[in-house]
Nanobody
Framework: QVQLVESGGGLVQAGGSLKLSCAAS????????MGWFRQPPGKEREFVAA????????YYADSVKGRFTISRGNAKNTVYLQMNSLKPEDTAVYYC?????????????????WGQGTQVTVSP
């Protein structure tokens, strides 16, 4: 079993920045990809960003392109989401997810493990 723990959420004013972290522990696959999703209040969970094992392929939702950056730690068991120029519409619970394999995916159904989520609130 893989455990994912997110941190770094909080309250920030529009235009500000936050950096989310997600650490994987427990049984980890030889290679696995990690991604970020979010669920705004009253809405469905949506894709935010994901990167392949080697980081050669990275996907972003159109709504966050140019503002958010996903990266992996050197030990590969940590993934980060740097969020800049935050907008009120970025307010959501942000979830880290992991899946076995080296290819990044944008569909939630492709992921096997999920963190508990961290709240990000952006005030106007």
């Amino acid at each position: 079993q893989v455990q994912l723990v997110e941190s770094g959420g909080g309250l920030v004013q529009a235009g500000g920045s936050l950096k989310l972290s997600c650490a994987a522990s427990g049984r980890t696959f030889n290679r696995y990809t990690m991604g970020w999703f979010r669920q705004p209040p009253g809405k469905e969970r949506e894709f935010v960003a994901a990167g392949s094992w080697r980081g050669s392929t990275i996907y972003y939702a159109d709504s966050v392109k140019g503002r958010f950056t996903i990266s992996r730690g050197n030990a590969k068991n940590t993934v980060y989401l740097q969020m800049n120029s935050l907008k009120p519409e970025d307010t959501a619970v942000y979830y880290c997810a992991a899946r076995e394999g080296s290819i990044a995916a944008m569909e939630a159904a492709e992921y096997d493990y999920w963190g508990q989520g961290t709240q990000v609130t952006v005030s106007p």
